[in-house]
């Protein structure tokens, strides 16, 4: 039996500083094909967790449910003059809508919190405040690849749009991703991806 899981740490130093990051991966917990993925990350100024588990066939109904917790914090107030708080969780679903296509929203909730000093930049001491937004994803996705783990042939093409229903920063933001894959000779693989992002103001302020 294959091993599906892996438990990974390591220590790294250098002119930006020390960093600790450990975490776990199972992509088979407890016999029923549910992926657990959880890891931490500190240095010297950051200290970032996540946790996210995912059920690719949520009650026999070929739904994939996934619930993420995640938590930032990033201390630069001797630096760059502020301190940044983030934490919160997200809940979505990924099914098939017609054949090779699919369909995922996503629903996160975000607290966040700035401090700055006299130090900080005047962008950065203008933002200074608490902050509470909910956002709504949707993704559609093209599915062609001959297997999601591991592709040989192929391609795949994913449009993403987050739209803010609860936050002080109106931004809709656009993601477009294309990946393809060719079998070139033997066991080799050749891959090439596309990606592009787009920001925009739905307040008309920058």
């Keep these: 039996?294959?091993?599906?899981?892996?438990?990974?740490?390591?220590?790294?130093?250098?002119?930006?500083?020390?960093n600790l990051g450990a975490g776990i991966k199972e992509r088979n917990f407890g016999g029923r094909g549910i992926i657990l993925d959880s890891n931490f990350n500190i240095s010297d100024t950051d200290?970032?967790?996540?946790?996210?588990?995912e059920n690719p066939n949520f009650r026999d109904s070929d739904r994939s449910v996934k619930t993420t917790i995640e938590s930032t914090s990033t201390d630069l107030m001797k630096t760059q003059g502020y301190k940044n708080n983030r934490t919160g969780f997200s809940f979505g679903t990924s099914f098939e809508q017609y054949e090779n296509i699919y369909f995922s929203p996503?629903?996160?909730?975000?607290?966040?919190?700035l401090e700055t000093s006299s130090k900080a930049s005047a962008a950065k001491r203008?933002?200074?405040?608490?902050?509470?937004?909910?956002?709504?994803?949707?993704?559609?996705?093209?599915?062609k690849l001959n297997q999601?783990?591991?592709?040989?042939?192929?391609?795949?093409?994913s449009f993403l749009q987050t739209v803010p229903l609860i936050s002080d920063d109106l931004t809709l933001q656009n993601t477009y991703k294309f990946e393809q894959y060719f079998k070139l000779v033997d066991d080799m693989v050749f891959s090439y991806s596309i990606f592009g992002k787009a920001s925009n103001s739905l307040s008309g302020e920058d």
């Design 126 to 143: 203008k933002q200074d405040g608490n902050y509470f937004e909910t956002l709504f994803t949707y993704g559609l996705t093209l599915n």
């Design 106 to 113: 996503t629903l996160s909730t975000y607290y966040e919190k």
């Design 1 to 18: 039996e294959k091993p599906t899981g892996e438990i990974f740490a390591g220590v790294g130093t250098g002119t930006a500083g020390t």
């Design 47 to 53: 200290v970032r967790g996540t946790f996210s588990v």
């Design 148 to 157: 999601n783990f591991q592709p040989s042939e192929g391609y795949k093409s």
